[in-house]
């Protein structure tokens, strides 16, 4: 199956701060999601982006099909945006990438 | 209706018991999906039915028996389970043509 790696791991951030989490993949997918996971364990869709660019509110994201990654935007943020988020990719066999652990302190 | 609904949300039991966890999905998906996830891990997939059929079993032990009764609803038997199937369970589903997935709040499951 297709390897999923997510940069950076952990990341804290000031609130207010703006923020690049990479998502990098081994084969070609051709449906990528990207979600939030708050800390009570709910993912979040936040975005269905299999290439291209799409924006939502202080979130967008772009993924680059042919280079085999996508990138998530998070602009001036909030306390709310703590959590994991995480891409995944895969025709029903989805794999998840490993995630990025993000803080954001006030 | 557009949520995946799973109960219970947190379960205890003991290596000898049986229970059995449920997802439920009012949005006419036609694929859903069980999947594992331990702390400070991603989620991992263990079934997948589409149009209620088993298409994907990720070599999961016998020990957890998947059943999709209908469209709507998918079960996760549980028996004779180890203290290390301690996670959180996700469910998800799909709309055709099954890119998307929408995830259900998870059921926090501890053997003792």
């Known amino acids: 199956g297709i390897q999923v790696e997510q940069s950076p791991p952990d990341l804290i951030l000031q609130e207010g701060a703006n923020s690049t989490l990479r998502c990098n993949f081994s084969d070609s997918v051709n449906n990528l999601q990207w979600f939030h996971q708050n800390p009570w364990g709910q993912l979040i869709n936040l975005f269905y982006?299999?290439?291209g660019t799409k924006q939502n509110g202080r979130l967008s994201a772009t993924t680059v099909a042919t280079e085999r990654y996508s990138l998530l935007y998070i602009s001036s943020s909030q306390t709310t945006d703590s959590g994991v988020y995480f891409c995944?990719?895969?025709?029903?066999?989805?794999?998840f990438g490993t995630g990025t652990k993000l803080q954001v302190i006030p | 209706d557009t949520e995946v609904t799973q109960t219970p949300k947190h379960l205890v039991m003991g290596m000898t018991n049986k229970k059995s966890l449920k997802c439920e999905q009012h949005m006419g998906h036609r694929a859903m999906y069980w999947y594992k996830q331990k702390a400070k891990k991603p989620p991992e997939l263990m079934f997948v039915?589409?149009?209620?059929?088993?298409?994907i079993n990720e070599s999961v032990p016998s020990r957890f028996s998947p059943e999709c009764p209908n469209s709507s609803l998918l079960n996760l038997h549980l028996h004779a389970l180890q203290p290390e199937d301690s996670a959180l369970y996700l469910c998800?589903?799909?709309?055709?043509?099954?890119?998307?997935?929408?995830f259900g709040p998870g059921t926090r499951l501890t053997v003792t």
């Open positions: 039915y589409s149009y209620e059929k088993l298409s």
């Open positions: 998800a589903s799909s709309p055709p043509p099954f890119y998307e997935q929408y």
């Open positions: 995944a990719g895969g025709y029903q066999k989805v794999t």
């Open positions: 982006i299999p290439s």
